[in-house]
């Protein structure tokens, strides 16, 4: 394996995934989610450079096309774990987040079990969407529970006390990052199912006679 700079960005970005978690062990909040959302940000940045300058300059390889799907997978599955856990285990959030848990963990077992025909099961438009909403949706998700944390630590909430009733940013960022996270779930259930019916052909015994 070559270390060349798209396979250090991707392997940069395996290493970051469980980054955000420990940004919580060592940090207290909200610094906690800032360094969480800006090593979230920076990670998935590189998600599109490293195969930019892959394809760009020629050095696509084996090693970066079995380690970037991982890395991709590792990011979004621990940052939901956290942002689950720090939105008070809402089910509105465990619905989908479960659907995406459910989705990358059973297409992981169908590459394995199919080995090297799984190369044969190229990635989709749809999919590469899938991961940026998946993305896009848990950076706005880690900003809503960083304002949200501090709006309950300065002063009460919108629409409690003498405040107005008005949607906080901390409220906003929640309601559009719930919303993008469905959608999310919804593309990651229609491309686990597309996945899985490209390679049911892989999936049949064949009998001889």
Known sequence: MKWTLPNTLTVLRLVAAPGV???FLYFARPWADWFALTLFIGAAITDWFDGYL???WKQESKFGAMLDPIADKAM???ALVVITGYSGMNPWLILPATVILFREVFVSGLREFIG???GKLKVTKLAKWKTTAQMVAIAILFLGTGLDFLEKGRAPRAGEGNLPNFVSLADLANHVG???IWVAAILTAI???DYFRKAMPFLRDHKDG
């Open 21 to 23: 978690a420990v940004m």
């Open 76 to 78: 979004v599955v621990i």
């Open 178 to 180: 719930l919303a993008l």
């Open 116 to 118: 090297a025909d799984a």
């Open 191 to 193: 491309t686990g199912w």
């Open 54 to 56: 892959a394809r760009a």
